[in-house]
C-alpha cells in the first residue's frame, strides 16, 4: 500500500508485468512500421515513462517529440482538455503515433486526433499503457493497448494524484 496526500493506493500491476507487455507492444510496433521512420508523439507529463520503456525497445529509426495536454484534476476529469505545450514539428506525410498513458473518456485523445490529422500525417496510430472501455464518453480506434482496465483510478508509472505519484515504479488503484 502507499499513501499519496489524503488517498490510499493498493498494488495493482507489477513492474515486470508493466515491462513485458510494453517490450511486447514495442516488437509489434517495430513490425508495423518496418522500412519506415514514424514520429512518435509523447503526451506529457504521464506517458514519460511508458515512452522511455517503449522506445528503448523499438528497433526502428524514429523521431520524437512532446505535447502536453491536461484534462484532469485530482482524481476526476474535468471533460476540458486545455492544450499547454503544442506540436512544433512539420508532420505532413509522416507516420505518427501518439504515445500516451491512459485513454479513458477519450475527450483528451479526440482533440489531440483532431490537432494532429489537420496537419495531413500520412497515418495516425494510438499506443496508450491503459484504456479504461467502462468510462469512454468519446469513442477512439487504438492500435496498441497494453492493459485494458476497469474504470478505477490509478497511480504510478507516470500517472499522478494531483502532481504526486508518478515515479512509482508500478500502477497502484485507488483502496475502496
Known amino acids: 500500500m502507499i499513501t499519496i496526500l489524503d488517498k490510499t493506493f493498493v498494488p495493482f500491476i507489477s513492474r515486470s ?3 513485458s507487455r510494453i517490450a511486447e507492444m514495442a516488437v509489434q510496433i517495430s513490425k508495423d512500421y ?18 522511455s520503456e517503449l522506445l528503448k525497445n523499438v528497433s526502428l529509426p524514429c523521431q520524437i517529440t512532446f505535447v502536453r495536454l ?3 484534476q485530482q482524481t476526476e476529469t474535468t471533460g476540458q482538455v486545455r492544450q499547454i505545450i503544442g506540436l512544433e514539428e512539420q508532420i505532413t506525410g509522416k507516420d505518427v503515433v501518439i504515445v ?12 489531440l486526433l483532431e490537432q494532429i490529422q489537420a496537419l495531413q500525417p500520412a497515418s495516425v496510430e494510438i499506443a496508450t499503457l491503459l484504456h479504461k472501455p467502462e468510462a469512454i464518453r468519446k469513442p477512439v480506434s487504438m492500435r496498441y493497448i ?10 504510478g508509472y507516470g500517472l499522478d494524484y494531483d502532481g504526486l505519484g508518478r515515479n512509482e515504479d508500478a500502477l497502484y488503484v485507488l483502496s475502496e
Request: proline content about 2%; overall charge negative; cysteine-free.
Open 100 to 111: 500516451e498513458d491512459i485513454v479513458d473518456t477519450g475527450l483528451t485523445m479526440n482533440q
Open 17 to 19: 508485468n508493466i515491462e
Open 34 to 51: 518496418e522500412g519506415k521512420s514514424p514520429l512518435f508523439i509523447i503526451v506529457l507529463n504521464g506517458a514519460f515513462l511508458f515512452a
Open 70 to 72: 491536461a484534462s484532469y
Open 146 to 155: 497494453g492493459f485494458e482496465i476497469e474504470n478505477r483510478f490509478v497511480v
